[in-house]
C-alpha cells in the first residue's frame, strides 16, 4: 500500500482486531455450537473474511472454500480405492494440481492439493469420516469471518482516495506551471520539470490505486449504504466523483507530458521550425492559466477562468488556422503544442461539466 502513516497503521490495527474476533468467534462456534472437538480448520477459514474490502473478502472465502471442496473431493475416492501410499500420494497430486489450474480459484488454488493430500494422509482409509467434520469447520469460519467483517466497520476507504486525487491536482498544477517556466526558459527549468515530472508519475500511480481501492470498498459495503450510496455487488457510475476527476487529471498529465516531450524535440530541432519568443511566452501564459484551473478542480466558481483560458487559446491558435501555415516538413510545432493544450483545456472543460 503506497500510503503509511497513522491513518495506514488505524486501519491496520482495526483490520487486525476484527481478524482476532472473527478467528475466535469462529473455534468457539464450531467447537460449542457445532461439537467439534477441534476445528482448526474455522478459524483458518474466518481469517478469509477479514480482508480490507467486502468484495474480495467474499471472493477469497468462496474461492477458498471451492477449493477446500475440490480437494477433498478428490482425496476421498483416492483414500478409500487407494490409501495413504505412494500411490495415493503421486494419484491425488495429479489430479489436484490440474484441479487447480481452474482460473476462478484465483489466489486460493494451492488449496486443492494442500487439502487433498491432508485429507488423505490424516484420513486414509476413513477420509470420509474424516473430511466432513472438517468441510463444516470451513463453512462456519467462512459465514463468521464474512459476518464480522460486515458488521464491525466494513473499511470505506473514500476519504483516502479523495485526499489521494486533490494531492494529484495539486501536483498537476504545480508541474504546469514549472512546464510554462520551461517553455520561457528552458536551459534553467529543463531539469526542475524532470524532477516535477517524476514526482507527477509517482502521484499519478498513487492515487489511480487509492481511487480503485474506494471504488472496491464501496461495493457491497453497508456503509455505503448508511452514507446514501446504492448497495451494489459491482461499480455505480457516477455515485462517487473521484474516479471521473482521476480519469480526467490522468488525461491532463498525459497531455502535460505530451507538451513537455514537444518541447524537447524543439532543442534539436531545425532552428527555421522552433516557435518564436512572442509564440512562447504566450504559450506560456495558456499553460499558467490551464495549470490554475487544475488547481480548483473539480470547481471552477463561475467559469470565468475557463473563458479566459479558452479566449487565450483561440488567440494562439488564430494565426495558424488559415492555409499556407505551415512550417516546411511534416512537423508543425506550433500546431503540435497548440493542439495538445486545446485537448488539455477541454478535457477541463469536460470534467467541470
Wanted: aromatic share 8%.
Amino acid at each position: 500500500m503506497p500510503f503509511a502513516g497513522r491513518r495506514y497503521w488505524d486501519e491496520r490495527a482495526k483490520l487486525t482486531l476484527k481478524a482476532v474476533l472473527a478467528a475466535v468467534t469462529a473455534w468457539l462456534v464450531a467447537k460449542y455450537v457445532f461439537g467439534e472437538p477441534q476445528p482448526y480448520f474455522a478459524p483458518l477459514a474466518a481469517l478469509l473474511g477479514v480482508y480490507p474490502t467486502v468484495v474480495r473478502s467474499v471472493r477469497e472465502s468462496l474461492a477458498y472454500g471451492g477449493g477446500f471442496v475440490i480437494g477433498a473431493a478428490l482425496a476421498i475416492p483416492v483414500g478409500l480405492l487407494v490409501g495413504p501410499n505412494v500411490a495415493g500420494i503421486a494419484i491425488v497430486v495429479v489430479l489436484a494440481m490440474m484441479a487447480s489450474g481452474w482460473r476462478r480459484l484465483g489466489a486460493q488454488a494451492s488449496q486443492v492439493p494442500f487439502t487433498a493430500v491432508f485429507a488423505l494422509l490424516l484420513g486414509g482409509h476413513g477420509v470420509v469420516g474424516y473430511t466432513l467434520p472438517r468441510l463444516a469447520d470451513v463453512a462456519v469460519g467462512l459465514v463468521v469471518g464474512l459476518g464480522v467483517n460486515a458488521a464491525v466497520f466494513p473499511p470505506l476507504y473514500l476519504r483516502r482516495g479523495e485526499y489521494a486525487v486533490r494531492e494529484m491536482r495539486e501536483t498537476l498544477a504545480d508541474a504546469l506551471g514549472t512546464l510554462a517556466d520551461d517553455v520561457v526558459e528552458p536551459a534553467e527549468w529543463s531539469s526542475l520539470w524532470q524532477e516535477r515530472e517524476s514526482r507527477l508519475v509517482s502521484v499519478q500511480e498513487q492515487a489511480r490505486y487509492a481511487v480503485e481501492q474506494g471504488e472496491a470498498s464501496l461495493r457491497a459495503n453497508p456503509r455505503a449504504k448508511l452514507r446514501g450510496y446504492r448497495l451494489r455487488w459491482r461499480d455505480v457510475p457516477g455515485q462517487w466523483p473521484a474516479p471521473r476527476l482521476m480519469t480526467m487529471l490522468d488525461h491532463a498529465t498525459a497531455y502535460s507530458r505530451s507538451i513537455a516531450a514537444t518541447l524537447r524535440r524543439l532543442a534539436d530541432a531545425d532552428e527555421a521550425v522552433v516557435p518564436g519568443e512572442d509564440f512562447l511566452r504566450g504559450y506560456a501564459e495558456v499553460l499558467r492559466t490551464l495549470g490554475g484551473l487544475v488547481r480548483e478542480l473539480p470547481d471552477v466558481p463561475d467559469g470565468a477562468a475557463l473563458a479566459e483560458a479558452e479566449k487565450m487559446q483561440d488567440e494562439m491558435e488564430r494565426p495558424h488556422l488559415g492555409p499556407r501555415t505551415d512550417a516546411p516538413g511534416l512537423w508543425d510545432p506550433h500546431k503540435e503544442l497548440l493542439r495538445l493544450s486545446r485537448l488539455l483545456l477541454d478535457d477541463l472543460r469536460d470534467g467541470r461539466a
